[in-house]
């Protein structure tokens, strides 16, 4: 009897109960509608607030998340779906409202459907649970941390000369100072030399590779420069890290940026541009030993940087041997030696001498005397050759006289008032404070507003 009374039942399960059910598709079928229309509402609303969220971080200027564009997206096809279903032309045929008769092949099809859509809805309002729409994007590299055109990056856009691809000397250098990067054992690493030579654009190259490599998440540029503004230092580095400040103080700042930096799973590349006299690390908030953490620093000065900064490895970046001074002078004046006489290749030739191989020089002067006269040629010979009336001695004097070559090679009085500005202003200042100080000088001639300048 018990085995009969356990047959019976299964039986039941497997007859009765799908039939109850699917009759009662046919006898909830103004319920199954109702409610899957109440419960698309509900969904319509969550996508609301979803996208007001997103609407405001993007204006923020942030990213949205991976899960909520999803989110989105799949919201938006359930709602197509939905509208298909909600529209559709056997609701008619289905309701006894209509109809003395309802096609209840169409009322058990549609009160199945929407039962079923419900349920999707509802489980999707459920996944809506995210801790955040957005974040912040953190920057692969940069130079500034300002929010307008700074005067280096507008001298940047002005054109930079991209010679590590055509000099083989600072090929192998940005090599070896590879190979530093990527040693467990060095943290800290200087290059120096000369003003002019080229340290920075060898860092720059350097950092662009490493991060193309894949050597570090975030990779953080910074100059220094003779002064150095400590709290700016730490805002730049807070910045390409994601992190807002809270503390007023250096100190609060310093143990905050101590706290993000010493966090193990990122790899990250401090470079300290120009470096004129020790920097307190520890002020800053940059922890001396950490197993992620690598600092490139550049100085003039090699004791700066193996005696104060206590540098594990140290670069002298030369100046460039005569073949590739040759080639980079020629490529910037656009020279072509075998079109000129032999009195115009002859004083091309001490022009480039004059540079002293330091990149800056050469590419000044280059650039001043694309497609000038032999006249113009042989008179900038005279000057490059001519002492200053400066104490500045040795290479400082090639830069010098090449950057006076260029400055009265200025078309006229106005283009040579704003060289000076760039002068007296730093290379971080905004392009817009040069138009104002310009404007406020009266440089500009029958030009009364900024809009014109």
């Given at each position: 009897?018990?085995?009969l009374?356990?047959?019976?039942?299964?039986?039941l399960?497997?007859?009765?109960?799908?039939i109850t059910?699917?009759?009662?598709?046919?006898?909830?079928?103004h319920?199954?509608?109702?409610?899957?229309?109440?419960?698309?509402e509900?969904?319509?609303?969550?996508?609301?607030?979803?996208?007001?969220?997103?609407?405001?971080?993007?204006?923020?200027g942030?990213?949205?998340?991976g899960?909520?564009?999803?989110?989105?997206?799949?919201?938006?096809?359930?709602?197509?779906?939905?509208?298909?279903?909600?529209?559709d032309?056997r609701h008619?045929?289905?309701?006894?409202?209509t109809?003395?008769?309802?096609?209840?092949?169409?009322?058990?099809?549609l009160?199945?459907?929407?039962?079923?859509?419900k349920?999707?809805?509802?489980?999707?309002?459920?996944?809506?649970?995210?801790?955040?729409?957005s974040?912040r994007?953190?920057p692969?590299?940069?130079?500034?941390?300002?929010?307008?055109?700074?005067?280096?990056?507008?001298?940047?856009?002005l054109?930079e000369?991209?010679i590590?691809?055509k000099?083989?000397?600072?090929?192998s250098?940005?090599?070896?100072?590879?190979k530093?990067?990527?040693d467990?054992?060095?943290?800290?690493?200087?290059?120096?030399?000369?003003?002019?030579?080229?340290?920075?654009t060898?860092v720059?190259?350097?950092?662009?590779?490493?991060?193309?490599?894949?050597?570090?998440d975030?990779v953080?540029?910074?100059?220094?420069t003779?002064?150095?503004?400590?709290e700016?230092?730490q805002?730049?580095?807070a910045?390409?890290l994601?992190?807002?400040f809270?503390?007023?103080?250096?100190?609060g700042?310093?143990?905050?940026l101590r706290?993000r930096?010493?966090?193990?799973?990122e790899?990250?590349?401090?470079?300290?541009?120009?470096?004129?006299?020790?920097?307190?690390?520890?002020?800053i908030?940059?922890?001396?030993v950490?197993?992620?953490?690598?600092?490139?620093m550049?100085?003039?000065?090699?004791?700066?940087l193996s005696?104060?900064?206590?540098?594990?490895v140290?670069?002298?970046?030369?100046?460039?041997?005569?073949v590739?001074a040759?080639?980079?002078?020629?490529?910037k004046?656009?020279f072509?030696?075998?079109?000129v006489?032999?009195?115009?290749?002859?004083?091309?030739t001490?022009?480039?001498?004059?540079?002293?191989g330091?990149p800056?020089?050469?590419?000044?002067?280059?650039?001043?005397?694309?497609?000038?006269?032999?006249?113009?040629?042989?008179?900038?010979?005279?000057?490059?050759?001519s002492?200053?009336?400066t104490?500045?001695?040795?290479e400082?004097?090639?830069?010098?006289?090449?950057i006076?070559?260029?400055?009265?090679?200025?078309?006229?009085?106005?283009l040579?008032s704003?060289?000076?500005?760039?002068?007296?202003?730093?290379?971080n200042?905004?392009?817009t404070d040069l138009?104002n100080?310009?404007?406020?000088?009266?440089?500009?001639?029958?030009?009364?507003?900024?809009?014109?300048?």
């Amino acid at each position: 009897m018990e085995f009969l009374s356990l047959v019976v039942g299964k039986l039941l399960d497997y007859t009765v109960a799908p039939i109850t059910k699917q009759v009662g598709y046919l006898i909830f079928y103004h319920s199954n509608v109702k409610e899957l229309r109440e419960e698309a509402e509900a969904l319509q609303r969550e996508r609301e607030r979803v996208q007001h969220a997103v609407d405001t971080a993007v204006r923020n200027g942030e990213l949205i998340e991976g899960d909520v564009k999803k989110w989105l997206e799949e919201v938006d096809e359930i709602s197509l779906e939905f509208d298909e279903l909600n529209k559709d032309e056997r609701h008619a045929n289905a309701d006894c409202s209509t109809r003395p008769f309802p096609n209840f092949c169409f009322r058990h099809k549609l009160s199945r459907r929407s039962k079923k859509m419900k349920v999707v809805i509802a489980e999707t309002i459920a996944r809506r649970n995210f801790d955040r729409v957005s974040y912040r994007e953190v920057p692969k590299l940069t130079r500034l941390t300002s929010s307008e055109f700074t005067l280096k990056e507008f001298t940047k856009e002005l054109g930079e000369p991209k010679i590590f691809s055509k000099l083989g000397s600072r090929v192998s250098e940005q090599n070896d100072i590879m190979k530093a990067l990527e040693d467990p054992m060095v943290q800290t690493i200087g290059v120096h030399g000369l003003p002019g030579v080229g340290k920075t654009t060898l860092v720059e190259a350097v950092a662009k590779k490493a991060q193309k490599h894949g050597l570090f998440d975030v990779v953080v540029l910074l100059k220094v420069t003779q002064n150095p503004d400590l709290e700016k230092i730490q805002l730049q580095i807070a910045d390409m890290l994601g992190l807002k400040f809270e503390e007023q103080s250096l100190i609060g700042r310093a143990c905050r940026l101590r706290h993000r930096l010493n966090l193990n799973h990122e790899r990250i590349l401090i470079i300290l541009d120009d470096i004129w006299r020790e920097l307190n690390m520890d002020e800053i908030g940059i922890p001396c030993v950490h197993e992620g953490l690598k600092i490139l620093m550049t100085s003039r000065s090699q004791g700066i940087l193996s005696d104060k900064m206590n540098t594990h490895v140290n670069f002298l970046l030369q100046v460039l041997p005569w073949v590739e001074a040759w080639k980079l002078f020629m490529d910037k004046a656009q020279f072509d030696e075998s079109a000129v006489s032999g009195e115009f290749l002859s004083i091309a030739t001490q022009v480039v001498k004059e540079c002293a191989g330091l990149p800056m020089a050469i590419v000044i002067v280059a650039t001043a005397l694309k497609n000038k006269s032999l006249f113009e040629w042989k008179d900038t010979l005279r000057q490059l050759q001519s002492p200053t009336l400066t104490n500045i001695t040795g290479e400082q004097n090639q830069i010098y006289n090449a950057i006076k070559v260029s400055y009265d090679r200025l078309e006229n009085e106005l283009l040579k008032s704003i060289f000076l500005l760039f002068g007296v202003m730093q290379s971080n200042s905004l392009i817009t404070d040069l138009f104002n100080v310009s404007v406020g000088l009266g440089l500009f001639k029958d030009i009364y507003n900024l809009e014109e300048a």
